[in-house]
């Protein structure tokens, strides 16, 4: 069957997500037939460079042999089982690993990004309230911040045109300054901009303390807001905030976690540790629907009790799904056995050669980059769309945010492979 028939068939039978489905009338749906490494392939044998790794969850590209294997085999063993009740050898292990990683531990999972925003939240209230402070309702979250599209998620997150047309769901949170540093004033430094933000950060918490649960962050990146980056110093501060004034620090690591940001998890490069670290995306290298949230000791113990109405009585049907587990064992054996974070340091040395003109390019404004994550506004304002279409034409599969155009390609990417996404972007700016 050709594209052609695919992506017909597609309009009238799915509802594609975070899409108003209309305008795909004029802009037509890319049809993927397979894929292989960085590249997507359609139904005429087309190829796309996967340059933002399948909405940021692809780590080794597609159809990686290792995760193949390991999965072919799990599904031997076991594909499913309750978790409630029942348990088995791949969740024990990567409850373990993780554990270990992260310093905290309890792993308790989801599926999807959001869903683990929402175990945060809940776990947060239901923590102070299990310790007799009932009081403690409220979120404090970023300007900017995207933590999901649930009703929960959504209330903590402050992007306009997912949020507005829900408001009368959804509850109220604190928003505080974001530390972004394309936010600062002229020749103000991200770290003066990020402190700046910080004395905004501290007053809330004087004043509110008694009523506030926890702060949920993205951790040195805001994704969504346009691939936003802060000073690390942001993070610092906010765990003394925390700590000080008795608040849940909420790590939301679901775009930036498993070596996005060049550490293997972003909260690292202040040297803080949260109390909740919520992950997703990455987590299965892209295969499968899985998330997580790990917290400390101290949080598990005050649900720990005789009374089953102190217990966190969440669940969702697929959680600790074997498959799902079994493909982020896998993940983290390719971290362990192929020194990833040290390699990916390498690759972006070389694509930042690749993209040197970006830096200085009259029609670049804010390039940036941290870890696997590069980013820059169109100076000319041409916008996503058309910056979607122009690289697509390319063989370059780009997605903008407004008129931010950004890469966040899989790690796998070799030498010619960065050399071919420099000059379609490249080609694209000259037009
Ligand atoms: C920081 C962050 N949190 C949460 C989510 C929600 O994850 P999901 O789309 O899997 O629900 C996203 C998705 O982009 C995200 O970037």
Redesign the pocket.
Known sequence: MSNEQWLQRSRAAVWHPCTQMKVHEQLPLVPIARGKGVWLEDFEGKRYFDGVSS???NLFGHAHPRMNAALKNQLDELEHVILAGFTHQPVVELSERLGALSGLGHAMYG???????EMALKMSFHYWRNIGQSQKTQFVSLAN??????IG?LSVTDVALFKDVYAPLLRASITVPSPDWRLAEPGESAEAYALRCIQVLEHVFAEQHTQIAALIL?PLV???AGMGMYHAVYLREARRLCDQFGIHLIA?????GFGRTGTFFAHEQAGIKPDFL?L??GITGGYL?L?CVLTTDVVYQAFYDDDVSRGFLHSHSYTGNALACRAALTVLDIFGSENVLASNQLKAAHLNQCLKNLDTHARVKNFRNLGMIWAFEDALGRGGRWWFEQALQRGLLLRPMGNTVYLMPPYIMNDEEMVFVAQVIMEVLEL
């Open positions: 909405w940021w969850v599926s999807d990004g959001a869903s683990a925003v911040a995207y933590h999901g599209e649930t998620a993205e805001q994704g969504a939301d690591e679901i775009a930036v919520c997703s995306k629907p998330a």
